[in-house]
């Protein structure tokens, strides 16, 4: 009897499992392809009494949902397993993950950035591509003045008044444009020379700019800030000394040394035997410059300074030589894995 079949197809269906994608295909085959158990049922349905179609009917669907319903659960229950990592060894030791370093120029500037903004400073930024007025003329630069000589400062061929900075004391005069003091900036940024790269010289490189405008800003402060910033960065032994200089920018200007940070002072070949170096150039920003950056200069005085990274760079890691910073050898970067 039809009916007997299908219970027993039933009890059947109840049973199955499928460990594997291959093993479930096979169920699916035996009961549900055209050959296969259900079909084969439905075929015998013609043969049944018209008076028992319906009961019979029925059975047959209950017995494909049921049979539906089995291999879809075990379809799930088999893609579980496959995403169970259980197999994976989560105690052994992972392979080594290579990290980038930072490069030595970033490190350095970020660590100046760090001490300034300590003191108050914010960061200011301007564009690389600069205008003669920024550059120059707002600096106090005489028409004259040889740092606009074709030898030092790129120009753009078809512009004559657009160059590439050749310092970072352009972004003083952005910043004096948009801001009436109280101002205290810091500056950081990459600047442009012509000049034949050597191991001492190179076509660009990287300043840092200070730019401190208020009421009653002294060379004291200046001189002050200096020291801190210069003992917090070389170690707090180190002396400084200022040294009377000349910038279009300031008056008056001074070029400030530290104490050898290589020999202690000492005498050694870095320092050239006297015991300092160089490190900056600062001064009172010279009341034209405020006056061509809308600043009233019978109300306001401010200092300035700025520094090469590079130089910074030199005195802390002893890189003797500077193209070692823009070749990008990864036996040099690495050098400075653990300096970050
Ligand atoms: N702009 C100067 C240079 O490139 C460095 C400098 C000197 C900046 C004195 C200053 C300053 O702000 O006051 O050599």
Redesign the pocket.
């Known amino acids: 009897m039809i009916t007997d079949r299908i219970n027993e197809v039933l009890a059947e269906v109840s049973g199955i499992t499928a460990d594997s994608a291959e093993a479930l295909e096979s169920l699916r085959i035996r009961y549900m392809s055209k050959k296969g158990i259900v079909s084969e049922l439905m075929n015998e349905f013609r043969n049944v009494p018209a008076e028992q179609k319906r009961e019979v009917g029925m059975k047959i669907n209950e017995l494909k949902t049921t049979i539906q319903d089995r291999i879809s659960e075990l379809r799930q229950r088999l893609s579980a397993a496959e995403s169970d990592h259980s197999d994976i060894d989560l105690t052994r030791t992972p392979y080594p993950v290579r990290l980038g370093t930072r490069h030595p120029l970033s490190i350095v500037k970020n660590e100046i950035v760090d001490i300034f903004s300590r003191m108050g400073f914010a960061m200011a930024d301007g564009p690389e591509i600069e205008d003669d007025w920024h550059v120059f003329s707002s600096?106090n630069f005489a028409e004259d003045h040889p740092a606009r000589d074709m030898q030092d400062t790129f120009f753009i061929e078809s512009h004559p008044d657009i160059i590439l900075r050749?310092?970072?004391?352009s972004v003083?005069s952005r910043v004096m444009e948009t801001t009436q003091p109280p101002i205290r900036v810091i500056c950081p940024g990459r600047?442009y020379r012509n000049e034949a790269i050597s191991a001492r010289a190179h076509c660009f490189f990287h300043?840092v700019?200070?730019?401190y405008i208020d009421k009653e800003v002294s060379f004291t402060d200046l001189k002050q800030v200096l020291l801190t910033f210069a003992r917090e960065m070389f170690g707090a032994d180190t002396q400084i000394r200022l040294r009377p200089?000349y910038?279009p920018?300031?008056e008056p200007?001074a070029?400030m040394d530290i104490s050898c940070n290589i020999c202690g002072g000492k005498g050694c070949s870095f320092c050239k035997h006297t015991g300092w170096v160089e490190i900056?150039?600062?001064?009172m920003?010279d009341p034209a410059v405020l006056e061509a950056g809308g600043i009233d200069s019978s109300l306001y005085t401010g200092?300035?300074?700025?520094?090469?990274i590079e130089r910074i760079t030199n005195l802390k890691y002893s890189v003797k030589d500077l193209r070692l910073f823009s070749e990008n050898d990864t036996r040099f970067l690495e050098e400075f894995m653990a300096a970050h």
């Not at 900056?280 to 001064?283: A, I, N, P, Q, R």
């Open positions: 600096m050749t310092h970072t004391s003083q600047v300043q700019e200070g730019l200089s910038f920018f300031t200007s070029e900056l150039g600062c001064g920003v200092y300035a300074f700025g520094m090469g």
